[in-house]
C-alpha cells in the first residue's frame, strides 16, 4: 500500500522544520542578520526568515510539486544551495497510521501555510527560546496538521532544538501534554504588539495572570504545556502562516483555535491573509465558547472596522 499523502507530506515538514532551525541558529551565530523592515518597525524580516523559507519551500515542492505552498516572506528563490533541500521524510512519524479522512486527499487539494520564523522581533532582541518554524497543512479550508519547530530548545539528552506535531484524527507528538492549574485563568498574549484594543480585551476576561511571549507558535506551546489556559490576541495583526500550524496542533490535542468572535478562519489558498478578527486560543479544559462569549461587543465591533 501507498503511504498516504497527507503522512508524507507531515514527515517531510517535520525534517524540513528542523533543517530551517538549524538555519536559523546559523545565521544568529554569524551575526549579521540583515535586517529589512517590511511595512514598519513592528514588521522586520532577516536573512534567517528568508533563507529558512527557501529552504523550506524549496524542499517541498520540490518532491511535491503540484503542492499550494504560501510562505510569510513571500515569493522564494528555489535555486537553493544542495545543503538546503532536504529529501527524508521523518521515519518515525511514518510509523503512525493515517487517519481514515484524509486517506486520500490527494496532493492538489492541500494549502501549505508556512512561517520559517515566528517571533522574529523576539529573535532580533536575542530572546531565542520564543522563537518556531511554522508549518501547517491545511485540507479543504481547514487547519488540518502542523510542525511547530523549536529550533533553540534544550533538550534532557542535551541535543537542540524538537518538533512538536500534531494531527487531527491522530493526535500530537514532540512534547508532554500538560494540563493549566486548576482555578486559575493564565492568559498568554503578544510581547511586541501590545495595544490599548489587546489590552482591553485581557482585561475583560479577569485573567489571574498575563504572560506576555513573542510568536503564535509559542503561545500555543504555553497551552500545550500547561502554563496557561488562553492565548487572546485582540488585533489584526496575525496572518494565517502564523495561526495554521499552532491552530492544527492545539485541535489535534482537543484545544481550539479561532478568531475573538469564535470563528474558525479559512485556511483556503485565497483567502485575504490577514487574521482580522484577531486569535483566541483554548486548552480542552475550558470551555471555548464561554470565553469567546465573554468578549465585549466593542471590541468585535473595534476589529470589524
Ligand atoms: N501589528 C502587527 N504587524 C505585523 N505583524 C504582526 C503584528 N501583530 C502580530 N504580528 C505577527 O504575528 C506573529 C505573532 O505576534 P506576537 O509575537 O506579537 O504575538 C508574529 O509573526 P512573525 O514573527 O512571524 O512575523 C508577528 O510579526
Ligand atoms: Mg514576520
Ligand atoms: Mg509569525
Ligand atoms: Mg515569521
Same mark, same amino acid.
Given at each position: 500500500m501507498t503511504t498516504p499523502q497527507v503522512m508524507r507530506i507531515m514527515a517531510l515538514s517535520i525534517n524540513t522544520a528542523a533543517r530551517a532551525g538549524s538555519i536559523i541558529r546559523d545565521v544568529m551565530q554569524r551575526g549579521n542578520l540583515g535586517i529589512v523592515e517590511k511595512e514598519g518597525k513592528d514588521d522586520l524580516q532577516t536573512e534567517a526568515d528568508r533563507s529558512a523559507q527557501q529552504c523550506i519551500i524549496a524542499s517541498l515542492s520540490r518532491k511535491f510539486p503540484n503542492l499550494k505552498i504560501i510562505g510569510e516572506?513571500? &515569493?522564494?528563490?528555489?535555486?537553493?544551495?544542495?545543503?538546503?533541500?532536504v529529501t527524508d521524510e521523518n521515519e518515525e512519524f511514518l510509523k503512525n497510521c493515517c487517519p481514515e479522512e484524509w486517506?486520500?486527499?490527494?496532493?492538489?487539494?492541500f494549502v501549505v501555510w508556512v512561517d520559517?520564523? &515566528?517571533?522574529t522581533s523576539e529573535y532580533t532582541q536575542g530572546l531565542l527560546e520564543h522563537v518556531t518554524v511554522l508549518i501547517g497543512v491545511a485540507i479543504k479550508n481547514r487547519a488540518v496538521g502542523g510542525v511547530i519547530y523549536q529550533p533553540y530548545y534544550k533538550q534532557s539528552n542535551g541535543e537542540i532544538g524538537r518538533a512538536i506535531w500534531g494531527l487531527k484524527g491522530l493526535g500530537t507528538g514532540g512534547f508532554k501534554p500538560t494540563s493549566p492549574p486548576k482555578g486559575q485563568m493564565i492568559i498568554t498574549t503578544t510581547r511586541s504588539h501590545l495595544t490599548p484594543l489587546v489590552q482591553q480585551a485581557l482585561d475583560a476576561l479577569s485573567p489571574t495572570e498575563v504572560i506576555k511571549v513573542g510568536g503564535a507558535g509559542y503561545k500555543v506551546l504555553q497551552l500545550l504545556e500547561g502554563r496557561a489556559h488562553a492565548y487572546v490576541f485582540a488585533s489584526p495583526g496575525c496572518k494565517r502562516w502564523d495561526t495554521c500550524a499552532p491552530e492544527a496542533v492545539l485541535e489535534a490535542y482537543g484545544g481550539i483555535l479561532t478568531d475573538l468572535a469564535g470563528v474558525h478562519y479559512s485556511y483556503a489558498a485565497?483567502?485575504?491573509?490577514?487574521?482580522?478578527m484577531g486569535v483566541l486560543a483554548t486548552v480542552p479544559e475550558l470551555k471555548h465558547s464561554d470565553i469567546a462569549n465573554q468578549v465585549p461587543k466593542d471590541i468585535l465591533d473595534a476589529l470589524r472596522s
Amino acid at each position: 500500500m501507498t503511504t498516504p499523502q497527507v503522512m508524507r507530506i507531515m514527515a517531510l515538514s517535520i525534517n524540513t522544520a528542523a533543517r530551517a532551525g538549524s538555519i536559523i541558529r546559523d545565521v544568529m551565530q554569524r551575526g549579521n542578520l540583515g535586517i529589512v523592515e517590511k511595512e514598519g518597525k513592528d514588521d522586520l524580516q532577516t536573512e534567517a526568515d528568508r533563507s529558512a523559507q527557501q529552504c523550506i519551500i524549496a524542499s517541498l515542492s520540490r518532491k511535491f510539486p503540484n503542492l499550494k505552498i504560501i510562505g510569510e516572506e513571500g &515569493d522564494s528563490n528555489l535555486d537553493v544551495k544542495p545543503e538546503w533541500l532536504v529529501t527524508d521524510e521523518n521515519e518515525e512519524f511514518l510509523k503512525n497510521c493515517c487517519p481514515e479522512e484524509w486517506r486520500e486527499i490527494k496532493e492538489e487539494e492541500f494549502v501549505v501555510w508556512v512561517d520559517p520564523l &515566528d517571533g522574529t522581533s523576539e529573535y532580533t532582541q536575542g530572546l531565542l527560546e520564543h522563537v518556531t518554524v511554522l508549518i501547517g497543512v491545511a485540507i479543504k479550508n481547514r487547519a488540518v496538521g502542523g510542525v511547530i519547530y523549536q529550533p533553540y530548545y534544550k533538550q534532557s539528552n542535551g541535543e537542540i532544538g524538537r518538533a512538536i506535531w500534531g494531527l487531527k484524527g491522530l493526535g500530537t507528538g514532540g512534547f508532554k501534554p500538560t494540563s493549566p492549574p486548576k482555578g486559575q485563568m493564565i492568559i498568554t498574549t503578544t510581547r511586541s504588539h501590545l495595544t490599548p484594543l489587546v489590552q482591553q480585551a485581557l482585561d475583560a476576561l479577569s485573567p489571574t495572570e498575563v504572560i506576555k511571549v513573542g510568536g503564535a507558535g509559542y503561545k500555543v506551546l504555553q497551552l500545550l504545556e500547561g502554563r496557561a489556559h488562553a492565548y487572546v490576541f485582540a488585533s489584526p495583526g496575525c496572518k494565517r502562516w502564523d495561526t495554521c500550524a499552532p491552530e492544527a496542533v492545539l485541535e489535534a490535542y482537543g484545544g481550539i483555535l479561532t478568531d475573538l468572535a469564535g470563528v474558525h478562519y479559512s485556511y483556503a489558498a485565497e483567502v485575504d491573509y490577514k487574521n482580522r478578527m484577531g486569535v483566541l486560543a483554548t486548552v480542552p479544559e475550558l470551555k471555548h465558547s464561554d470565553i469567546a462569549n465573554q468578549v465585549p461587543k466593542d471590541i468585535l465591533d473595534a476589529l470589524r472596522s
